[in-house]
């Protein structure tokens, strides 16, 4: 089985400063994927940045960007210029690859508490 | 574009009620998943239909039963409700490797 660990419950940060949320998980897969989910306030559950195990590069969204280390099992995303409209629980989630029953399920971590301070 | 759709957003039930909970995945989609959020939790998978048929199961309670129809909407139908039962449910459902997520449904019990 898969797990997903986010060791930062809160986190904070000034507006249009970066902020590092860290994400480590476990599994014995070859092929998955990772991804950052972000809920507002309004509870919704946004897709912020996905990243494929098999891909070498570090995926970037605008202002985010992720830090894949995949021997390490570490993937954590990284914020620049923060907005006020960044905070919000940020959950790093896993995937298996296809092949198996469990594709497509996604495994999440407990979740980060981001607050952008004006 | 077309989002995944759930319903009701908000749904208030007494103890020992039954509740369903709808979801319309995005068109072509073809496998729709359950989570459950409980307050301040991470999402927990609880179960997922491909093509209809049932493809995996998580942590659902034996109180709780799921079915896919033909036109791929999903009911989830939640039986002798308790006070734990009282979180978000969301559905989502996937093309490759994107799940994307309805809004979700407050279910709370009293």
């Known amino acids: 089985a898969q797990t997903v660990t986010q060791s930062q419950p809160e986190m904070s940060v000034q507006e249009a400063e970066t902020v590092t949320l860290s994400c480590t998980y476990d599994t014995s897969e070859n092929n998955y994927y990772l991804f950052w989910y972000k809920q507002p306030p309004s509870r919704q559950m946004i897709l912020v940045i996905r990243?494929?195990?098999?891909?070498?590069q570090n995926a970037t969204e605008n202002r985010f960007s992720v830090n894949f280390q995949k021997a390490a099992k570490s993937f954590s995303l990284k914020i620049s210029d923060s907005q006020l409209g960044d905070t919000a629980m940020y959950f790093c989630a896993f995937m298996r690859g296809a092949g198996g029953t469990s594709y497509g399920k996604l495994t999440f971590g407990q979740g980060t508490i981001l607050t952008v301070h004006p | 574009a077309a989002g995944v759709i759930q319903s009701p957003r908000h749904l208030i039930k007494e103890k020992r009620e039954t509740a369903t909970l709808k979801c319309y995945p995005i068109p072509r989609h073809d496998t729709v998943y359950w989570y459950q959020q409980g307050p301040g939790q991470d999402p927990q998978f609880l179960i997922s239909f491909y093509e209809k048929m049932q493809s995996d199961k998580g942590s659902i309670p034996d109180r709780f039963s799921a079915q896919q129809f033909s036109d791929y909407h999903s009911e989830l139908n939640m039986s002798s409700l308790e006070l734990g039962d009282s979180a978000l449910y969301f559905c989502?459902?996937?093309?490759?490797?994107?799940?994307?997520f309805g809004q979700g449904t407050r279910l709370t019990v009293v």
């Open positions: 989502a459902s996937r093309r490759e490797t994107e799940a994307f």
């Open positions: 990243q494929e195990a098999y891909k070498q």
